[in-house]
């Protein structure tokens, strides 16, 4: 897959589209939980486009081993960065219980 093959253009177009998927629930998407979501599906797409550059630039169909450690690096820190931010959210919502509903989040 060293030129623009029909595999390659459909695993670059899926990445975008999870990447404009994701950036639209951030942009639109009023409660918190969804917005961390959505972070996840744009992340989803990033280390869809790395695997795709892998193997993209060697010929025998070998991935180049730093962007998969990079990858799995990335993905290690995105599970990580989900569970913290949704340990947080669930403290704000146990800290102000009557206060804090995410259904009454303003929307844009």
């Not at 695997?51 to 990580?80: E, F, H, K, W």
Request: charged share 10%; net charge positive; hydrophobic share 55%.
């Amino acid at each position: 897959m060293t030129d623009l093959s029909p595999q390659l253009l459909l695993y670059i177009g899926t990445a975008a589209g999870l990447f404009a998927i994701g950036l639209y629930g951030f942009i639109v998407g009023p409660q918190t939980l969804r917005r961390i979501l959505a972070l996840n599906i744009i992340g989803a797409g990033i280390f869809m486009l790395m695997v795709v550059l892998a193997y993209r630039g060697l010929a025998d169909g070998a991935a180049d081993p730093v962007l998969q450690a990079l990858i799995l690096t990335g993905l290690v820190v995105a599970v990580s960065a989900t569970a913290f931010a949704l340990a947080l959210l669930a403290r704000l919502k146990q800290a102000r219980p009557g206060q804090y509903r995410p259904e009454q989040e303003p929307g844009p």
